[in-house]
C-alpha cells in the first residue's frame, strides 16, 4: 500500500496533512500563498494538493486540459513542502466525499485535515454527502475576501457551527474528534485564477506538454505512492 517513502526510516512516523482540492485553472501565487499560511497555522508536515480533473460544481467550459493544470501546480509548488498529485485522477473519484474516505483508508498511518476557502463554505450544503466529509475528517477554512460573510450564514454553516473549535487550538486538529471546524484568518493573496484567465487566456499553452517541467517536484514534495 505505501511507498518506498513512507516506509523508509524517519518517514515511518505519523504525519499530519493537508488535503487542498482545487482545479488549479491555472495554479498561481494566491494558491501558495495560503497553502504556506495553513502549513504554518495548523502545523502541518505537508500539503497535498488534489488537483481535479474536472469538478462537478464548475463548468467545463474554460477549463483547460488536465495535464496543463496539473503541470501548472508542480511548478507553483516547487521548493514549498507542498505535494502535487493526480490521485482523483488515478482512483477516479468524482466527488470529495470518495476521495477522502480513500486517503483515510490507503493511508492509516497519518492524519489529515480538510483545507478550503470560505467560498467554498458559502456552497458546502451542495456537495455531494456533505455531513460525511464533516464526520470523515478535520475541515479547516481559510478567509477568502468577499466570501466570509456569506460562508458564515450559508446553510451548512448552521449544522457545522455547533462544532467549531477556536483558532487558537488550531494545531490540536489531529487529536479532536470529528464533525471539527476550525476558521483561519490571516492577510489573504488577492490573485484570482478568473483574473489571470481574462489576462493570458492561452497561459495553458505553456503547460501543454507536461515533459518540459520537472515531472516531480523538489525533494520535499513528492508524489505520494500507493
Known sequence: ????????????RTRRIGLMGG???????????????AIRALALDEMWWLVSPGNP???????????????SARAMARRAPIRVT????????RYTIDTVREVVRRYPRHRFVWIMGA????QFHEWDQWRAIART?????????????DALAAPAMGWLRRYRRPARQA???????VPALVLLRFRPDRTSATQLRAVDPDWHVRFANPFALPST?????RQPQE
Open 1 to 12: 500500500m505505501a511507498g518506498a517513502w513512507q516506509r523508509s526510516g524517519s518517514r515511518l
Open 23 to 37: 482545479s488549479f485553472n491555472p495554479a498561481h501565487r494566491g494558491h501558495r500563498h495560503v497553502t504556506l499560511e
Open 57 to 71: 460544481l464548475k463548468p467545463r467550459a474554460g477549463m483547460a486540459p488536465f495535464a496543463a493544470r496539473l503541470a
Open 86 to 93: 493526480d490521485l482523483e485522477a488515478r482512483w477516479r473519484t
Open 119 to 122: 467560498d467554498n463554505l458559502a
Open 137 to 149: 475528517i478535520p475541515i479547516a477554512v481559510l478567509t477568502r475576501p468577499g466570501y466570509d460573510d
Open 171 to 177: 494545531t490540536n486538529w489531529a487529536e479532536w474528534s
Open 217 to 221: 517536484p523538489a525533494a520535499p514534495v
